[in-house]
């Protein structure tokens, strides 16, 4: 393990939220380990993985929460959000009505978390363009408009994860320091 013997200056508690089958689990998988597991079941009852980053010659702790499938029946507990200070709201590009179901998330999301969480607003599967639902623009608009971040990823491609999770990690410290 990385920070074996290495002082944590911060740690970040960073949620993933965001329906069902949207890649929650796999841009964690790409974020933490660098994998993407056709089997999405491998991480299922994992709580938390961790990795950590140099911020502003700062060692930042990243834990980052899944759901262990509890958003299938809306059954995300205030333990989840609690001392949060980012999250991850994830739909899938292609499936539309995981994006009409952002407005319910962020509603739950600032009903528990802190008031000052980093959101990022995150359009996963990127890589299948031609079956796109969700139009950038309507996404953008929605970000613009509720003060998120605002990225399109893909964890099977490894396209913008890094990016996105960054983003949100270094807001976070620019606020607490
Ligand atoms: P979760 O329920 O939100 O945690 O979603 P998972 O991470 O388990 O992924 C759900 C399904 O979408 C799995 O079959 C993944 O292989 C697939 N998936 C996840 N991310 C991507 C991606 O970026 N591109 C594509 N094409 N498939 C993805
Ligand atoms: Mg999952």
């Known amino acids: 393990q990385r920070d074996f013997n290495q002082k944590i200056d911060y740690v970040f508690k960073v949620v993933l939220i965001g329906d069902s089958a949207v890649g929650k689990s796999q841009l964690l998988a790409r974020f933490a ?7 999405s079941k491998a991480t299922i009852g994992v709580e938390f993985q961790t990795r950590t980053q140099l911020i502003d010659h700062k060692t930042v702790k990243a834990q980052i929460w899944d759901t262990a499938g509890q958003e299938r029946y809306r059954a995300v507990t205030s333990a989840y959000y609690r001392g949060a200070v980012g999250a991850m709201l994830v739909y899938d590009i292609t499936k539309r009505p995981s994006f009409d179901h952002v407005a319910k998330w962020l509603e739950e999301l600032r009903g528990h978390a802190d008031k000052n969480i980093v959101i990022m607003l995150v359009g ?3 890589d299948l363009g031609s079956l796109r639902a969700v139009p950038v623009e309507d996404a953008k608009e929605f970000a613009l408009r509720e003060s998120l ?3 399109e990823t893909s964890a099977l491609e490894a396209i913008n994860v890094e990016s996105a999770f960054l983003t949100v990690l270094t807001e976070i410290y620019r606020i607490i320091s």
């Open 33 to 39: 380990r660098n994998e993407f597991n056709i089997d």
């Open 149 to 151: 971040f605002f990225m």
């Open 124 to 126: 996963n599967k990127s």
